[in-house]
């Protein structure tokens, strides 16, 4: 076994991994940041999710770095690809016009962008990136966590000891390792008062997983996949709160829960710079083709592309038979391989059933010209090559945020809590999808809201910190903060924080505490572009 010392280990090449990455080693320090896969980027990338972001994105509401990503993915389509001249003059260019986000775009354009984003970084020998390494101990001594140890693609271990510890895994995976008191699944209501909150606490009730694939479409070839191992489960299994079967284009309207028809029709001949993507009018979510698409051929010089590509992240392959989370004493290691393997054999016979028995428009069946994208995921099976988690293991933070704190018939389409330690801003709706407790969606209106440093802060631990989807929020309110622009933005925050207890020679819990070192560090923050305050607007 091997060892080497950093300044800050970053556990997690997400995109809250990465964005911590680049404003530690900006500031100079030395960074090694590991990942579990082959791919930075996290949901963006090895889960192929597109950004969820909220409507006011492109004028504000996300961190200069977060823009400076947007905008790279952009300027790598000007670039690259054959875009006709009017998509080429597009300020708010938007690569696969899905109606999802502005900035629809596929996983591989987005890796090479992170990947130039962090070079000059690696260049100056200031960062450090292990892929296929994966957390497997956390050496503790009392309050500090003082090593991770990770093991390699080759079964070879690595012990990595730095000053700070960052957990930037999609499941909160060095919070049970390290031993830092956290939450998983849903609070009691009682807990913080929360009125979408169960009456019990349930620490085995979690968002569903979605293993997504990318699709393009080919009149009059064959595709059609081998038939999948669980097929005749998934195509009979009925939900008790679905309208219909769970492979079908029925699904309950995740705001109303009113059953819904979506319509599927791959190609479609409408111009795609017609299309606006702004979820406070219209989540885009009824027309399956064009809510996820990441390549719009339309916008190309004609003949570029055959067909355009789209995502599939949809209501029909959303996984929530078992937790796909290790708990202590609910869920165990083989069970986790277990709902892995499922959660797969769905979204394969989601496919099947696309290509052999979906309805057509024109009053046929299947759509065998349907073309499973490995080439977009860079998988063996042509799914992502990690799921795309929603829920994650949650530390209990010196100040967790709550449904009382952004729900907007709560507060009020003005209100939202203001935090003298605010670090960042989001928005998003709550949005909670069908879950492994039996839960049906809860997708409800919130407000734009702040991030108050004290949710990056654990009771206990003084150096491990959150940098991804594990800050101190409940399973209510994870649901508007799970999403791209804020794991960045938390990401990045405590790539700064750990930084700048570096150089002070002071703790995160000390800069929480006293006053004049949380303005010098919230003056460091508005210096690299993270904003912490909404203009006027209001929640929708």
Same mark, same amino acid.
């Given at each position: 076994?091997?060892?080497?010392?950093?300044?800050?280990?970053?556990?997690?090449? &997400?995109?809250?991994?990465?964005?911590?990455?680049?404003?530690?080693?900006?500031?100079?320090?030395?960074?090694?940041?590991?990942?579990?896969?082959?791919?930075?980027?996290? #949901?963006?990338?090895?889960?192929?999710?597109?950004?969820?972001?909220? !409507?006011?994105?492109?004028?504000?509401?996300?961190?200069?770095?977060?823009?400076?990503?947007?905008?790279?993915?952009?300027?790598?389509?000007?670039?690259?690809?054959?875009?006709?001249?009017?998509?080429?003059?597009?300020?708010?260019?938007?690569?696969?016009?899905?109606?999802?986000?502005?900035?629809?775009?596929?996983?591989?354009?987005?890796?090479?962008?992170? #990947?130039?984003?962090?070079?000059?970084?690696?260049?100056?020998? +200031?960062?450090?990136?292990? +892929?296929r390494h994966k957390p497997i101990r956390a050496h503790v001594h009392g309050d500090l966590v003082e090593a991770i140890t990770l093991a390699g693609p080759d079964g070879a271990e690595i012990t990595v000891r730095a000053a700070y510890i960052l957990d930037a895994t999609e499941s909160g995976d060095l919070l049970p390792m390290a031993g830092v008191e956290h939450v998983t699944g849903a609070e009691a209501a009682a807990e913080h008062d929360e009125p979408h909150a169960p009456d019990l606490a349930d620490p085995l009730n979690l968002q569903g997983i979605?293993?997504?694939?990318?699709?393009?479409?080919?009149?009059?070839?064959?595709?059609?996949?081998?038939?999948?191992?669980?097929?005749?489960? /998934?195509?009979?299994?009925?939900?008790?709160? /679905?309208?219909?079967?769970?492979?079908?284009?029925?699904?309950?309207?995740?705001?109303?829960?009113?059953?819904?028809?979506?319509?599927?029709?791959?190609?479609?001949?409408?111009?795609?710079?017609?299309?606006?993507?702004?979820?406070?009018?219209?989540?885009?979510? =009824?027309?399956?083709? &064009?809510?996820?698409?990441?390549?719009?051929?339309?916008?190309?010089?004609?003949?570029?592309?055959?067909?355009?590509?789209?995502?599939?992240?949809?209501?029909?392959?959303?996984? /929530?038979?078992?937790?796909?989370?290790?708990?202590?004493?609910?869920?165990?290691?083989?069970?986790?391989?277990?709902?892995?393997?499922?959660?797969?054999?769905?979204?394969?016979?989601?496919?099947?059933?696309?290509?052999?028995?979906?309805?057509?428009?024109?009053?046929?069946?299947?759509?065998?010209?349907?073309?499973?994208?490995?080439?977009?995921?860079?998988?063996?099976?042509?799914?992502? =090559?990690? !799921?795309?988690?929603?829920?994650?293991?949650?530390?209990?933070?010196?100040?967790?945020?709550?449904?009382?704190?952004?729900?907007?018939?709560?507060?009020? !389409?003005?209100?939202?809590?203001?935090?003298?330690?605010?670090?960042?801003?989001?928005?998003?709706?709550?949005? +909670?999808?069908?879950?492994?407790?039996?839960?049906?969606?809860?997708?409800?209106?919130?407000?734009?809201?702040?991030?108050?440093?004290?949710?990056?802060? !654990?009771?206990?631990?003084?150096?491990?910190?959150?940098?991804? =989807?594990?800050?101190?929020?409940?399973?209510?309110? @994870?649901?508007?903060?799970?999403?791209?622009?804020?794991? /960045? @933005?938390?990401?990045?925050?405590?790539?700064?924080?750990?930084?700048?207890?570096?150089?002070?020679?002071?703790?995160?819990? #000390?800069?929480?505490?006293?006053? =004049?070192?949380?303005?010098?560090?919230? #003056?460091?923050?508005?210096?690299?572009?993270?904003?912490?305050?909404?203009?006027?607007?209001?929640?929708?």
């Amino acid at each position: 076994m091997s060892e080497r010392e950093t300044e800050i280990l970053v556990v997690g090449g &997400g995109l809250g991994g990465v964005a911590a990455a680049l404003a530690a080693t900006r500031a100079g320090h030395t960074v090694v940041l590991t990942e579990e896969t082959d791919w930075i980027g996290g #949901q963006l990338t090895a889960q192929a999710v597109p950004p969820d972001e909220h !409507p006011w994105i492109e004028r504000f509401g996300c961190t200069a770095s977060y823009r400076e990503l947007r905008e790279g993915i952009r300027a790598y389509y000007r670039r690259a690809y054959p875009l006709r001249a009017e998509a080429l003059r597009q300020r708010e260019l938007n690569p696969g016009a899905g109606r999802v986000s502005k900035l629809c775009h596929e996983p591989r354009v987005a890796l090479a962008v992170l #990947q130039e984003l962090c070079q000059p970084q690696l260049a100056a020998g +200031l960062l450090t990136i292990l +892929l296929r390494h994966k957390p497997i101990r956390a050496h503790v001594h009392g309050d500090l966590v003082e090593a991770i140890t990770l093991a390699g693609p080759d079964g070879a271990e690595i012990t990595v000891r730095a000053a700070y510890i960052l957990d930037a895994t999609e499941s909160g995976d060095l919070l049970p390792m390290a031993g830092v008191e956290h939450v998983t699944g849903a609070e009691a209501a009682a807990e913080h008062d929360e009125p979408h909150a169960p009456d019990l606490a349930d620490p085995l009730n979690l968002q569903g997983i979605t293993y997504c694939f990318a699709l393009s479409h080919h009149q009059g070839e064959n595709h059609v996949i081998d038939r999948p191992e669980m097929y005749s489960f /998934w195509r009979t299994y009925r939900p008790e709160f /679905w309208p219909g079967p769970l492979i079908g284009f029925s699904a309950p309207d995740p705001r109303t829960l009113e059953p819904t028809e979506r319509t599927f029709r791959p190609n479609p001949d409408t111009d795609p710079l017609a299309v606006s993507a702004d979820q406070s009018a219209d989540a885009g979510d =009824k027309e399956l083709w &064009g809510f996820r698409r990441i390549l719009a051929r339309g916008l190309h010089q004609p003949g570029s592309f055959d067909s355009d590509i789209t995502l599939v992240n949809w209501p029909l392959n959303d996984y /929530w038979l078992m937790p796909a989370l290790e708990i202590d004493g609910g869920v165990d290691a083989a069970e986790v391989r277990t709902a892995l393997h499922e959660a797969k054999q769905l979204s394969l016979s989601v496919l099947y059933w696309l290509q052999t028995e979906a309805p057509r428009h024109d009053g046929g069946t299947g759509f065998p010209g349907l073309k499973l994208r490995n080439d977009i995921t860079g998988t063996a099976d042509g799914l992502a =090559k990690a !799921p795309y988690i929603r829920e994650s293991r949650r530390i209990r933070a010196k100040r967790t945020v709550t449904e009382r704190d952004v729900a907007l018939e709560l507060v009020g !389409p003005a209100g939202g809590t203001r935090y003298p330690d605010s670090v960042g801003i989001g928005s998003y709706r709550i949005d +909670l999808h069908a879950s492994t407790g039996g839960d049906n969606y809860l997708d409800v209106a919130s407000v734009p809201f702040e991030i108050p440093l004290g949710a990056l802060l !654990p009771q206990r631990v003084r150096n491990l910190l959150p940098a991804a =989807k594990n800050l101190g929020t409940t399973h209510i309110t @994870n649901g508007c903060f799970r999403l791209h622009p804020v794991e /960045w @933005n938390v990401g990045e925050v405590s790539g700064h924080l750990a930084g700048f207890s570096l150089r002070n020679g002071v703790e995160p819990h #000390q800069v929480h505490a006293e006053t =004049k070192l949380l303005e010098s560090f919230t #003056q460091e923050l508005d210096r690299a572009g993270v904003e912490r305050r909404w203009p006027d607007i209001r929640g929708y």
